[in-house]
């Protein structure tokens, strides 16, 4: 293939984990890309000669319509891969990479830009300050939320309905890891998840699907609650009276003075628009990119301001 024109766009897709997510896949395909090949059970270790085969093979030109992303489960080591990825490129042989380990990026960009959004809308406030509890904190979601919020100077805390240890630990790796302040709280019992909320403000619920993790009586001790917001899709709602369709609707019996409510299928939409225009950034850019949780928030921030 002599024009570049021709060449296929080719995206590697890399996964610490048994297989790739076929959701991402599906996503690669329809942002346009033509061939696209999974690396299952990748480590670190892998990453720097998987990288360098792919952007040596193709020659300057055709290296611009390859691609590089990132799955797995772990927040962290894609946050590691992808800054392996970086440093290993020899320009002008360099390729875009894209890290969403478990939609979490994407997933929790679209969690906290809908909560400001509707903070903004419906009680003129910005989410620095705010205290934020977070249901479930200490998974892939959770984390990436935590450090979105915190970084926006939200007084954060990690819940975990496992242990305090558990939280304090989680709490404790984001905080060095991404130069932010969280705090954790063990919420093994009734008693201890209606004293963590008492004076939330923000609830996210980001725990296992099909699991409700603050039921109506809970809530009846979140007095200060302003939104909550639940990524569970599956049966029982997460949060009691947060519907997945809801968008911003009072979920109390005290009409529009009740909390806001967000669900599932409205962070899902979010979600599903900012991975597909980070696909389609990676693949078009002039310039390779390099796309991580902060450009999935940016991504998500316009997004949420362009919907009305």
Known sequence: MSDATERPYILHMLTATPQMSPFDVNMAADAGYQVIVPYCGVDAGMVTNL?????????????????????????????DMLETARKSMVPPFEVSVFADPSGSYTTAAALVALVERHLKRAHEMELGGKRVLILGGTGAVGRVAAAMAASLGADVTLASHASLSRAQQVSEEINERFGIATTAVGVESPEALRGALADTEILLATATAGVQVASSDDLAHARRLLVAADVNAVPPEGIAGVNVMNDGKPIGPNGDASPIGIGALAIGNVKYQVEHRLFVQMRTSKKPVYLGFPQAFDEARAVAAGLG
Request: proline share 3%; aromatic share 6%; hydrophobic share 40%.
């Open 51 to 79: 990288t360098q085969d792919a952007i040596f093979s193709r020659g300057p030109k055709g290296v611009s319509r390859t691609g590089i992303f990132i799955g797995g489960r772990d927040v962290m080591l894609a946050a």
